[in-house]
């Protein structure tokens, strides 16, 4: 059976959708990427993984493939920047997913774990299993004190902004991109940010259909801002439709 061209054409034009549809909605939302960072200046000292915004459901297999991929990559430390669940219900599968990671597990809450009411004890139980910190406005000397990290759980006149320490690498973990705007004159080596999702559907040679609040430009990728660098992850979950396009989620290797 011969096409004509013209039929050849308008079947492409039918089908073009179709594929888009499918990979936006079957295909991307769970194909994880790794993407590498080199920031440091010469050889690096420290490499570290940092996802975010899980939004466990109860796909045991897909968490539980993140979970692997991040042992494959056997990272110095691995930072979380929020968002660990949907609902209550899942945490304590999540939390049994999570306990499988085999670096410290350092972390900071999202929006939606506190719209959950969840026990940030046990969430802190588990992480402090791995060796690493469930960190609310908290810091610590990690990496043998070579590195202060610090987590922000809130920013506001009530709840200052955190200091930098001297002499050290300072690394700061928050949820929301935007509150790099709210550190003053301060500098930090690098801060890491979740929450946007990469805006989950960008558009080719247009950008994101949609920017969450708390995010402003900072919606996806590596940006210099006045207080330092800022890596904002695309994440691994989805909110609130089951829809990527052309912003697969990801875990993130860095190198400092």
Same mark, same amino acid.
């Given at each position: ?16 959708p179709c594929a888009i549809a499918a990979d936006a909605r079957v295909l991307e939302p769970q194909w994880v990427k790794i ?59 999540? $939390?049994? %997913? ?5 670096? /410290? #597990? +350092?972390?900071?809450? =999202? ?6 009411? &969840? ?8 992480f402090a299993a791995t060796g690493g910190a469930w960190l609310v406005d908290e810091q610590m000397a990690i990496a043998s004190g ?73 919606? $996806?990728? %590596? ?5 330092? /660098? #800022? +890596?904002?992850?695309? =994440? ?6 089951? &829809? ?13």
């Amino acid at each position: 059976m011969k096409f004509s061209r013209r039929k050849f054409i308008i079947t492409g034009l039918l089908a073009t959708p179709c594929a888009i549809a499918a990979d936006a909605r079957v295909l991307e939302p769970q194909w994880v990427k790794i993407t590498r960072l080199h920031l440091a200046d010469g050889a690096p000292a420290h490499r570290f993984v940092h996802f975010s915004d899980l939004h466990h459901k109860g796909d045991r297999a897909h968490t539980r493939s993140v979970v692997e991929m991040i042992n494959s990559l056997s990272p110095d430390f691995v930072c979380f920047t929020g968002d660990l669940m949907e609902q209550a219900k899942f945490l304590p599968e999540t $939390l049994e %997913l999570l306990s499988g990671i085999k670096s /410290p #597990l +350092y972390g900071v809450p =999202g929006n939606h774990d506190y719209a959950s009411g &969840v026990s940030f004890a046990d969430i802190a139980q588990c992480f402090a299993a791995t060796g690493g910190a469930w960190l609310v406005d908290e810091q610590m000397a990690i990496a043998s004190g070579k590195i202060n990290l610090i987590g922000v759980a809130r920013m506001s006149p009530r709840h200052p902004p955190p200091f930098a320490t001297p002499d050290v690498k300072n690394l700061m973990m928050f949820h929301y991109p935007a509150w790099a705007k709210r550190l003053g004159d301060q500098q930090f080596d690098l801060m890491l940010a979740g929450h946007s999702h990469g805006c989950q559907v960008r558009i080719p040679f247009y950008g994101p259909v949609f920017t969450p609040f708390g995010v402003d430009e900072y919606n $996806l990728g %590596l940006f210099h801002t006045k207080s330092g /660098p #800022l +890596y904002v992850t695309s =994440g691994i979950g989805w909110f609130p439709l089951p &829809v990527r396009f052309n912003c697969r989620p990801e875990i993130a290797v860095i190198e400092v």
